[in-house]
């Protein structure tokens, strides 16, 4: 069981990334994809969830009208867009799956190893 994320970089504030979950072992459609952030001296924090079993999206306060959460089906794939990015969104990122969504890290089971995301001001 593997998740991968890509698509992480270094952006300008005001710019748009798009991070790319991809999974090999197993299949979406019995978990929740969530994305998780960690800054540098700071707690790993939820960002957003997608459910499959009935397509919710979820969306820290923080994000929420910038980001959107979907998924690929046929890819095995979940994507984070992300627009207006600010500086506070500089963290390493990281997917993760779940039996459910949840803003509790410990509630997934699978990760992957992170992208890092650079907004520069």
């Known amino acids: 069981v593997q998740l991968v994320e890509s698509g992480g970089g270094l952006v300008q504030t005001g710019g748009s990334l798009r991070l790319s979950c991809a999974a090999s072992g197993f299949t979406f459609d019995d978990y929740a994809i969530g994305w998780f952030r960690q800054a540098p001296g700071k707690e790993r924090e939820g960002v957003s969830c997608i459910s499959y079993s009935n397509g919710n999206t979820y969306y820290a306060d923080s994000v929420k009208g910038r980001f959107t959460i979907s998924s690929d089906n046929a890819k095995n794939t979940v994507a984070l867009q992300m627009n207006s990015l600010k500086p506070e969104d500089t963290a390493v990122y990281y997917c993760?799956?779940?039996?459910?969504?949840?803003?509790?890290?410990?509630?997934?089971?699978?990760w992957g190893q992170g992208t890092q995301v650079t907004v520069s001001s």
């Open positions: 993760a799956a779940a039996v459910f969504c949840s803003w509790q890290d410990y509630e997934y089971n699978y």
